[in-house]
């Protein structure tokens, strides 16, 4: 299957922002996020990049039934490649300029229940539950489980860990078991390699894990499940926030539902005697 390529009068323009944004150092992840979104928008507005207006801009998001975090991507990407073509002097004025700011909104955690987890184990693959494990017991995201190497377990006096490169270049470790970290090691690379070179794609470990969860429970509510398990034992929010490769607590927040021991311990404290 052939990828979409964005509309030939904006070709130029897009690999020439995209090289930027390389320059700028951003990660090949964000990269080819922001290709995909702006080869998206060329292709729905389907006039020259020179000729789209405030309006257009307006008007084909306000279309759009898009989730807040998606609305905002889109935003961004909008926002940064005509701020590019204004900056560099190839358009005049800056028709994403006006774009309203997409409204913050709070999601909801949401931890995958182990029952769903121990059921998509049972009807997986090997690398299917490699993959699980990976969300469920180390919390890496989708980029992340796709990139683990054998070169990244660490072996340490307490137990080994997993070195995990996030978002922005960040560079985390977290603590994995003596089994995941025999599986990983015994790798001898890639623990996903690719099809040629290199190793999957996060796409790839997307589908493999919608398949597997019930509908309503995608791959990142494993993120939540495991940052929810963690608060629970440790009861140190910065501590989840950096496992996480969070930047902020406030972000971590989202992801930790109040555990249902704690909950339980309240209601027999208010529970009046019989």
Known sequence: MHKKLPPAQWRDEITGWLESLTAAGLSQDTINTRRCKIGHAARCLDKSPYDVTSEDLVHWTASQSWKAETRKGYRNTLVGFFRWLHDTGRRADDPAASLPKVRKTRPHPRPCPDRHIRAA????????????????????????????????????????????????????????????????????????????????????????????????????????????????????????????GHSSVETTQIYVAMPDSRLRAGLDAVTLAG
């Open 121 to 244: 184990l049972c009807d997986a693959t090997e690398t299917e539950r490699l993959m699980l494990r990976l969300g469920a017991e180390a919390g890496l995201r989708l980029s992340e489980i796709a990139a683990v190497h054998a070169r990244d377990v660490l072996e340490g006096d307490d137990g080994p860990s997993l070195i995990i490169r996030g978002k922005g270049d960040k560079q985390r470790i977290v603590p994995i078991s003596e089994d995941l970290a025999e599986r990983i090691g015994g790798a001898h690379g890639w623990l996903f390699p690719g099809r040629w070179t290199g190793h999957v794609e996060k796409s790839y470990v997307s589908r493999h894990l919608t398949r597997l969860l019930p509908k309503g429970w995608g791959p990142h509510s494993l993120r939540h499940r495991y940052a929810t398990r963690m608060y629970e034992t440790t009861h140190d929010l910065l501590l989840v926030s950096k496992l996480l």
